[in-house]
């Protein structure tokens, strides 16, 4: 509810273990911002992969920035945020822990949007359509 609040609309797609799902839900709905767990194991034992992976072959250029540097992807210009939910730091990726922090509204550009009650909250897809 308090993402609602804010102004976010969820996204959630079927196609979970699909790096072409991730990509795709990423692209089409303009995300401005991406919330995941790095460490979820997809496929079985003999062709392993992780959500963290995934992340870092879609966007190669994470690899390069370091805390603090703004998003510049050249596959995503609309991306502004990358959250995980993981123990370990990934390059470009902001730990949930670490922007869950309560800051004053006078040193914040930052402020909750007047929502309408026509807003979408939720995004759902399924084959890359709506469903």
């Known amino acids: ?10 996204v ?8 072409e799902a ?7 709905t303009n995300a401005k911002g ?13 062709s392993q992969t992780s959500r963290k992976t995934f992340l870092q072959e879609l966007m190669p250029e994470l690899d ?5 540097d703004e998003l510049n992807l050249s596959k995503y210009p609309h991306l502004k945020q990358i959250v995980q939910t993981g123990f370990t730091k990934i390059r470009g990726v902001n730990m949930y822990k670490d ?3 309560y800051a004053n509204p006078a040193l914040s550009t ?10 979408v909250t939720h995004i759902y897809l399924k084959d890359g359509r709506e469903a």
């Open 1 to 10: 509810m308090g993402a609602i609040k804010a102004g976010v609309s969820l």
């Open 12 to 19: 959630a797609f079927h196609e979970k273990e699909s790096k």
């Open 22 to 28: 991730l990509d795709h839900a990423v692209r089409s």
């Open 34 to 46: 991406l919330f995941f767990s790095p460490g979820t194991q997809i496929g079985d034992d003999s």
């Open 64 to 68: 390069d920035m370091y805390v603090g």
């Open 99 to 101: 922007v869950a922090v």
């Open 110 to 119: 930052v402020s909750l949007p007047v929502n309408s009650s026509d807003a």
